[in-house]
């Protein structure tokens, strides 16, 4: 006998109010180690217009592929990489984190997946959440990624962070969520 | 290390993206198809979280001022299970709700009904080791929102839950039995399977109904995935 899973209803505009506690835009603490990058950019929907009300979670392998969950009971005087934080949308639609980039974790296949974070976003609007990934730049072990593979090549590009370019930020990279119409994000379903 | 791979939700139990009732889905959800993928160990873990994560009174919503807040006190109680019916022991419950005036405390809640000085309206629980949660609360309001003309929202109080990895994550609104307002509501009639709404309804509770205090709901919440027969993923 089983049940299905209770169904999904929109996080409405108020969720600030129930899931402030838990935001965080920076998992990059010192002793942590790994290469620092800050991530920033901006959810718009069908429109262009920007989604103010938007809010990302996100989840990631430490810099040597390790998902948090697995090493817990390790020694816990070291600052911990929790590989979660929720970041809301600001009122220009914009979101900034930073972090370091994750290392490579196994693929179901046996081989590795290239670095990447994954990104659950919730808003007024969405019955529920849109799930979907970062990929790092110039990092050659994209074009063996499993997941990536199976994205049409032409909408690859949506999945990739860019580096800003500019001056002194060469650790900032851009990466937009655009939720539908011309340049729209690639989403997975599980 | 080992991961179950999880089944899909029956037709009908999910809404869809696109549900033009609920006007703010129109240009929200994705016009493209979404790109089925296997679940690898990015979606089959999740964060963790302690009794580190919660506070005290987190878990009473009447007790978080100096005063009690107006309202009908209610206990809202019920258990995380997962597909088979297993406890989700340790999942992390987040709620979130208006005052019993129908208001929220939040900076772009319009709606002209009082705040309460004594309620937030949030609160958090970890679930125990047979997967039951209880929240001390009281009872929402039914607000109008802009959705379309004379629209209110039934009262509802929303739920966050984090199960054992990303897959199983949830978020939704519980409403209450009787209200008037169900069968207009375009957020709950979104569902488009009756039982699987029916679900989202609390049950009134004699059981969990404390004399002379406070009247019992009860809301069972069912996270995806199951314990069996895990598969052999390559570490």
Redo the contacts between chains.
């Keep these: 006998?089983?049940?299905?899973?209770?169904?999904?209803?929109?996080?409405?505009?108020?969720?600030?109010?129930?899931?402030v506690?838990?935001e965080s835009d920076n998992f990059a603490a010192e002793g942590i180690p790994g290469d620092r990058v800050t991530i920033r950019g901006k959810v718009l929907?069908?429109?262009g217009?920007p989604?103010p009300?938007a809010v990302l979670?996100v989840?990631q392998?430490d810099s040597a592929g390790r998902?948090?969950?697995?090493f817990?009971s390790q020694n816990s005087s070291a600052p911990r990489f929790?590989?979660?934080g929720r970041i809301e949308t600001d009122d220009k639609g914009e979101f900034k984190f930073a972090t370091i980039k994750p290392g490579r974790?196994?693929?179901?296949?046996?081989s590795l997946?290239a670095p990447?974070i994954?990104v659950?976003l919730?808003?007024?609007?969405?019955?529920?959440?849109?799930?979907t990934?970062i990929y790092f730049p110039d990092e050659s072990s994209n074009a063996e990624d499993?997941?990536l593979k199976?994205?049409p090549p032409e909408?690859r590009p949506t999945l990739m962070a860019t580096r800003s370019g500019e001056r002194g930020a060469e650790n900032l990279l851009d990466w937009n969520i655009v939720?539908?119409?011309d340049g729209?994000?690639?989403?997975?379903?599980? | 290390?080992k991961a179950a791979s999880?089944q899909r939700?029956?037709a009908g139990?999910?809404?869809?993206?696109l549900?033009p009732p609920?006007v703010?889905?129109?240009?929200?959800?994705?016009?493209?198809p979404?790109?089925?993928?296997?679940?690898?160990?990015?979606?089959l873990?999740?964060?963790?979280f302690g009794h580190s994560?919660i506070g005290e009174n987190d878990n009473d919503l009447t007790r978080q001022h100096s005063g009690e807040p107006i309202g009908e006190r209610i206990i809202v109680s019920g258990r995380v299970?997962d597909?088979?019916?297993h406890a989700i022991p340790g999942a992390l419950v987040?709620?979130?709700q208006t005052n019993s005036a129908g208001r929220?405390?939040?900076r772009?809640?319009q709606h002209g009904a009082p705040l309460d000085p004594n309620f937030?309206?949030?609160?958090?629980v970890l679930t125990d080791g047979e997967g039951r949660y209880r929240f001390v609360t009281i009872k929402p309001g039914a607000y109008p929102w802009q959705n379309h003309p004379n629209a209110w929202r039934p009262a509802h109080i929303?739920f966050?839950l984090f199960g054992a990895g990303?897959?199983s994550?949830?978020?939704?609104?519980m409403y209450f039995p009787g209200d008037p307002l169900l069968p207009f509501d375009p957020?709950?009639n979104?569902?488009p399977?009756e039982s699987?709404?029916n679900?989202?309804i609390s049950l009134f509770n004699w059981e969990t109904t404390v004399p002379g205090h406070a009247l019992g709901y009860h809301f069972d919440?069912?996270?995806?995935g199951?314990l069996a027969t895990p598969v052999e993923?390559?570490?």
């Design positions: 006998m089983t049940t299905p899973p209770t169904s999904s209803q929109t996080v409405g505009p108020f969720f600030h109010l129930g899931m506690y838990l929907d069908g429109d217009a989604v009300d979670e989840w392998a998902y948090p969950s697995e817990s929790l590989g979660f974790v196994p693929s179901p296949d046996g997946q990447h994954v659950t919730f808003s007024r609007g969405l019955l529920k959440p849109l799930r990934r499993a997941v199976l994205v909408r939720m539908q119409g729209e994000t690639v989403f997975f379903d599980y | 290390m999880y939700a029956p139990t999910q809404p869809s993206y549900y609920y703010s889905t129109c240009k929200r959800s994705p016009k493209q979404l790109i089925l993928l296997p679940h690898t160990l990015s979606e873990t999740g964060p963790v994560d299970l597909e088979d019916g987040e709620v979130w929220y405390r939040h772009v809640d937030t309206g949030c609160g958090r929303h966050s990303l897959l994550r949830l978020v939704t609104q957020v709950l979104s569902v399977d699987a709404r679900r989202l919440i069912v996270l995806r199951r993923v390559h570490a």
